[in-house]
């Protein structure tokens, strides 16, 4: 499909960034391993930034694959999409459970509120692809520009939060 075939470069620098930064995380926890965070914080903080990465890494070679139409890639990110909403919410209760840290409106924002529109995104493209494909390929690109770049956020706040927080003896 000619219209798969302009989206290339852009999925392969998003794809390519999502990959790199999946194995930057994995660098990042090695180095903090030693103070680790209670396993119930890990699985509400540290997890999405993978499973976000992910997605957009899977999304992005997804589409690069030579599909003739546009409704089975569709009904895939669309499912994709809503596995990300159910993902969110199992976020929000491991948010509520979890003791080690209180979440603030920032945390919410970022773990939450803007998955679950970069998914709901996701699904809305996958319903509108069949009548307005040019228009559902750029949900699906704002999709994983917006996850990637929640990754980047998330993962950037728990290295801060272990480096200037925990690292320093301060007080959680």
């Known amino acids: 499909m000619s219209q798969f075939a302009e989206w290339e470069s852009f999925y392969l620098i998003v794809g390519s960034a999502a990959g790199a930064l999946i194995g930057l995380q994995f660098v990042v ?3 903090i391993a030693e103070r680790p965070p ?7 903080f540290a997890t999405p930034t993978i499973v976000h990465f992910s997605v ?3 999304l992005s070679a997804v589409l690069r694959a030579p599909w003739h139409a546009i409704t089975t890639i569709a009904a895939l990110w669309g499912v994709v999409g809503l ?5 969110a919410v199992i976020i929000t209760r ?6 080690a840290y209180r979440p603030e409106f ?9 998955p679950s529109a970069g998914y709901l995104t996701l699904v809305l493209s996958a319903l509108a692809a069949p009548s ?8 699906v690109g704002a999709a994983a520009l917006l996850l990637l770049f929640i990754g980047i956020h998330i993962a950037w706040d728990n290295v801060a939060y272990h480096v200037l927080v925990k690292n ?3 007080k959680d």
Request: glycine share 10%; no cysteine; hydrophobic share 50%.
């Open 29 to 31: 926890i090695t180095l």
């Open 168 to 170: 320093s003896g301060a």
């Open 56 to 58: 957009v890494l899977l």
């Open 83 to 87: 596995s990300g909403v159910v993902y």
């Open 132 to 139: 307005h494909t040019r228009e559902a390929l750029f949900g």
């Open 106 to 114: 920032q945390d919410w924002l970022f773990h939450v509120l803007l």
């Open 94 to 99: 491991r948010m509520r459970v979890q003791t």
């Open 38 to 44: 209670p396993a119930e914080a890990g699985a509400a």
